[in-house]
């Protein structure tokens, strides 16, 4: 016969379940088009030779715009 001393009551789950609506993906989508508009307004504004300094042309301000997270410099160069 044993006897079990000071037993351990489980308290909730520390990883929160993500509850994720239609509402919120397209809260993000908007808030992600809102971010390329201002990054092609600001583009846009620059002269061909401020574009030329950071690597661009004018032609692929649309590209850089929808694609932030790619340089097209390494495109440029892998072609």
Same mark, same amino acid.
């Given at each position: 016969? @044993?006897?079990?001393?000071?037993?351990?009551?489980?308290?909730?789950?520390?990883?929160?379940?993500? %509850?994720? &609506?239609?509402?919120?993906?397209?809260?993000?989508?908007?808030? #992600?088009?809102?971010?390329?508009?201002?990054?092609?307004?600001?583009?846009? *504004?620059? @002269? *061909?030779?401020?574009?030329? #300094?950071?690597?661009?042309?004018?032609?692929?301000? #649309?590209? %850089?715009? @929808?694609?932030?997270?790619? *340089?097209?410099?390494?495109?440029? &160069?892998?072609?």
């Amino acid at each position: 016969m @044993s006897t079990i001393h000071g037993t351990t009551e489980l308290g909730p789950a520390t990883a929160r379940r993500q %509850v994720y &609506s239609p509402l919120e993906a397209y809260w993000n989508a908007f808030q #992600d088009w809102r971010k390329r508009q201002r990054l092609l307004t600001k583009l846009c *504004d620059l @002269s *061909d030779r401020e574009l030329m #300094d950071i690597g661009i042309t004018r032609g692929e301000i #649309d590209y %850089v715009a @929808s694609n932030r997270g790619i *340089d097209p410099r390494g495109i440029r &160069s892998a072609g």
